[in-house]
């Protein structure tokens, strides 16, 4: 199947082939037949594209912010890779789609049904239950296409709450303006619409409003103050999508005092505290589609607010918007000015950006293709891969972000034969491919665990599936390279040893604790050679807080951010102890702020300290070993320094090394070659024990 993506770096616009994505639970597999172009919001990332590192930063200032902080802490070469790899992510464009279920993996939905929903542009999307909504009968594709562009105009409303007979003002007549025209005429409004286009004023007066027209020199505020007969308008909703500030001065000027202005596009927000302190005016941003937006536990998990606390959620915005247009209230066709086959959606993106008037820009599929082409959950990328089975041959379960800018490129520069990557969407997978110089792209991880011709599977998922995966594969005969954590609950470490034991062929398995190969924990190492008495570690992580919202938080998907990444930490002490650990005691003082305190067989002690308090400016991880009147401070991983240590002063990098291109390197030696895993597996499973009896203080 084909899907439309946009590279941020270059602004260039492509539709490439990417796998089918699988429905996760939860989730709709449809099958498209017209999306819109959203011209304001898809227009300022081609923009953005498109435009020079210089001018990128100073359209994000906040990212600008983040970036000189990680210079200072992992230093610039670093933190220009990150850059670049993120910018050179691919972004799928568009969010208004109509089709036809392909795939219900959710109640409340079935195969054959017609859905619209958030999908982007592509024959084929998978959508969670939450964010789609029936088509009523007689509605056609393309008039559904505009329920989602018709929900965010209708979620603006709802916060401006206009009454009978009230006075609004609409900036700005894209398509989501000219919708709240007739949104605000249905609630019984008077409106005033505001352009600098006259097709769109023209329409805007079609619909009911009056209008104000900017580009012939007509005055918006006194033309407010003739509309609202003296008083000021009610209530101003700004749809357009600019730089200037001018939009939100003006509203303030036009209201009536205590006036609502709620802003749905994109505007310029340095605002005048004297517009609004006079009038009391107040000033809301609009959301998206509705309540539940951006919110993981109601679109991923599918958790809907209950109706008697949240009437409006953005699923219920769509039916909202689809019963108006059902029933006539809202008349979407006469904002259709372009059709484009989907095929031809580079032409539709051309005209977005080169001036020509536009309003409803839609892409019409083809109905030539058959569902079983399209949902083909493989494709080919580099090279014909001739099957047979390698000791070399590696797939990759999971491309995103740790796996795409980091344990892919370890793995290449350890020349791994990489055959095939896999994700649940698709697309990150085929990004990952092409960049990584994979054979193939997939989908279907079930397919990927049963060929016969892959000798080794990475799983770089989230830490929820790792144990379930890796038994799956280590039963398949695989040897296994598992991002950390091994396992997030006590069964699944319990099934891992279990498997283990019973396996006569016992495969290679092994967790990505990287640090374990960085050249500075290498030196350490070497110059413990020298010593014999027990050590005292300190070991400080300054992790920094994430929003409550992340899925690393959530203990049935992310196990907790001590199971998902404390565990680096305590391992890296084992194996500089050198000794099992047999003891652990810790306080916290929430989830993410903790100090731990580790006592090891040979009479070493270590404290780890993971706190979620601290600042940004400070090392985020410091390593202090004391022993034998000696002492050493490893700071991110491009600074040690010794004290006390003859011969050895110092060893700094050019740029942070925590050792994940060695990980992989070892790990593909000893597939290559055999031998003992590089990490022990009761090593591992020692360290997932203790970690889980770290992070089940709550």
């Not at 912010?65 to 210079?71: P, S, W």
């Not at 959606?345 to 001036?355: H, K, P, R, T, V």
């Not at 300190?538 to 990444?565: C, F, K, M």
């Not at 991983?637 to 070892?666: I, S």
Request: charged residues 25%.
């Amino acid at each position: 199947m084909k899907q439309v993506l946009q590279n941020l770096r270059t602004g260039i616009v492509e539709l490439p082939d990417v796998p089918c994505p699988a429905p996760r639970p939860g989730e709709v597999l449809i099958r498209t037949r017209a999306t819109l172009l959203s011209s304001g919001t898809e227009r300022m990332l081609l923009e953005f594209g498109k435009a020079n590192w210089i001018e990128k930063a100073r359209q994000q200032p906040d990212k600008v912010r983040m970036v000189l902080q990680k210079i200072r802490t992992d230093g610039l070469a670093a933190t220009l890779e990150s850059v670049k790899a993120k910018l050179d992510e691919p972004v799928a464009l568009g969010y208004c789609n109509a089709g036809v279920v392909l795939e219900a993996g959710a109640s409340g939905f079935a195969a054959g049904d017609r859905l619209v929903s958030s999908g982007p542009h592509a024959e084929i999307v998978s959508v969670p239950k939450n964010l789609c909504a029936r088509i009523p009968e007689g509605i056609s594709d393309e008039a559904a296409a505009f329920t989602v562009v018709g929900a965010i105009a209708l979620q603006g409303i709802r916060l401006a709450q206009p009454t009978l007979g009230e006075c609004f003002a609409v900036t700005g007549l894209g398509p989501i303006g000219l919708i709240a025209v007739q949104l605000l005429r249905a609630h019984g409004c008077r409106v005033l619409a505001i352009d600098l286009d006259s097709r769109r004023l023209e329409l805007a007066r079609r619909f009911g409003a009056e209008s104000v027209d900017l580009a012939r020199g007509e005055d918006a505020v006194v033309a407010a103050e003739h509309f609202s007969r003296g008083r000021g308008i009610d209530g101003v909703v700004i749809t357009a999508a600019t730089k200037s500030n001018e939009p939100v001065h003006q509203a303030a000027l036009m209201c009536r005092k205590r006036g609502r202005i709620v802003l749905v596009g994109v505007v310029g927000l340095e605002l005048s505290r004297d517009d609004f302190y006079k009038k009391e005016l107040s000033f809301q941003v609009s959301c998206s589609y509705g309540p539940g937006r951006y919110d993981p536990a109601y679109e991923d998990a599918g958790q809907d607010y209950p109706v008697g606390y949240v009437r409006w959620t953005a699923q219920r915005n769509f039916e909202a918007v689809l019963d108006m247009i059902a029933d006539g209230r809202l008349d979407v066709a006469p904002l259709v000015t372009h059709r484009f086959p989907f095929e031809q959606s580079m032409e539709a993106y051309d005209l977005i950006q080169n001036g020509e008037f536009n309003l409803g820009v839609l892409l019409e599929y083809s109905p030539g293709k058959t569902d079983q082409e399209l949902t083909a959950p493989t494709i080919q990328l580099h090279n014909d891969w001739t099957r047979t089975r390698s000791k070399g041959n590696i797939a990759f379960i999971g491309a995103g972000n740790y796996a795409s800018k980091t344990l892919i490129p370890a793995f290449q520069k350890a020349e791994a034969e990489l055959q095939i990557v896999a994700s649940n969407g698709g697309l990150s997978a085929a990004h990952a491919g092409r960049k990584g110089g994979f054979s193939e792209a997939t989908s279907d991880i079930d397919a990927v665990i049963k060929d016969s011709s892959i000798n080794t599977i990475v799983i770089a998922t989230r830490h929820d599936s790792h144990a379930s995966l890796v038994c799956r594969a280590l039963k398949a005969g695989k040897h296994v390279f598992v991002e950390k954590p091994l396992a997030i609950r006590v069964e699944e470490i319990d099934e891992i040893e279990s498997l283990f034991a019973t396996m006569k062929k016992k495969p290679l398995l092994m967790v990505g604790f990287n640090r374990r190969f960085s050249p500075h924990i290498v030196r350490i190492k070497e110059l413990f050679a020298g010593t014999k008495g027990p050590k005292a570690f300190v070991y400080t992580v300054n992790a920094g807080a994430v929003p409550a919202s992340h899925w690393t938080l959530d203990p049935e998907q992310g196990g907790g951010r001590i199971v998902g990444e404390a565990c680096h930490f305590l391992d890296l002490l084992r194996f500089l102890a050198g000794a099992p650990i047999v003891d652990l005691s810790h306080t916290a003082i929430n989830k993410e702020t903790m100090s731990m305190s580790v006592s090891y067989a040979d009479g070493s002690i270590g404290s780890i300290h993971y706190l979620a308090n601290g600042n940004r400016l400070f090392p985020r991880e410091r390593l202090e070993v004391f022993c034998e009147g000696r002492v050493l401070q490893l700071d991110n991983f491009r600074k040690l320094r010794a004290f006390g240590w003859p011969r050895f002063h110092r060893m700094n990098l050019w740029r942070q090394d925590k050792g994940a291109n060695a990980c992989a390197a070892a790990f593909l030696k000893t597939v290559r070659e055999g031998g003992p895993s590089p990490i022990p597996l009761p090593e591992l499973i020692e360290v997932a024990r203790f970690t889980l009896q770290a992070a089940n203080v709550f």
